[in-house]
């Protein structure tokens, strides 16, 4: 099993949605969580990290679920400046296990 | 200057050349890594330095060759390169290993020809 799954979309939306991302790991240890944002040919940026239950940050809301070991990324309100791709990103040991990453489209 | 920086940003090389990678943290951060990113593929960790030393090495060909002269600085030899190992490279920074979020450079795009 991967260490980070995560549907590779894409997922093309209109502006003004609401668009939410899932995300399994497999390592039931792990204590913190992250989203990252990458944009075309550009390198990721930390969007969101998830240490408890939640976090919320504007329109973004990323939510954990230890018992079925998944995390979530909502998005409302979708602006243009929102098409990217999203990378789940899950802490083990020294190093930082990557899903392939979802990619968001939003429309005009 | 601050964040994380890479050099060069664009790289082609021929598979008997060899070239070296730079990247440089300002951020005061004890922890460094390389990672590969092909198309279609997640991040592959290739390295991992925590205040200068090694503790990281993902069974990564030796034609690659990391070098961690202090905390700050970190560079990628190539050699001998194949077409495959054409990427982004990326280089990261952490306060510690673990769990903290990383912090990355712009990438290196390599293609080897």
């Known amino acids: ?108 | 200057e601050t964040g994380v920086t890479q050099t060069p940003r664009h790289l082609v090389m021929g598979m008997t050349n060899k070239k070296s990678l730079k990247c440089e943290q300002h951020l005061g951060h004890n922890a460094m890594y390389w990672y590969k990113q092909s198309a279609k593929k997640p991040l592959e960790l290739m390295f991992v330095y925590s205040l200068e030393e090694r503790v990281e090495n993902n069974s990564v060909p030796s034609r690659f060759s990391p070098e961690c002269p202090n905390s700050s600085h970190l560079f990628l030899h190539l050699h001998t390169l194949q077409p495959e190992d054409s990427a982004l490279y990326l280089c990261a920074s952490s306060q510690e290993t673990g769990d903290y979020g990383y912090t990355f450079g712009s990438g290196t795009r390599l293609t080897v020809v």
Request: glycine share 8%; with cysteine.
């Open chain 1, 1 to 108: 099993r991967k260490e980070v799954e995560q549907d590779p979309g894409p997922f093309n939306v209109p502006e003004g949605a609401t668009v939410a991302f899932n995300c399994t790991y497999s390592n039931s240890a792990s204590q913190s969580f992250f989203w990252y944002r990458q944009d075309c040919r550009k390198e990721p940026k930390l969007l969101m990290s998830v240490y408890s239950s939640g976090n919320e940050d504007g329109r973004f809301t990323a939510q954990l679920n230890r018992a079925s070991q998944y995390i979530s990324l909502l998005i409302r309100d979708s602006k243009l400046s929102d098409s990217a791709t999203y990378l789940c990103v899950v802490p083990g040991g020294n190093q930082f296990y990557f899903g392939t990453g979802t990619s968001l489209t939003v429309i005009p």
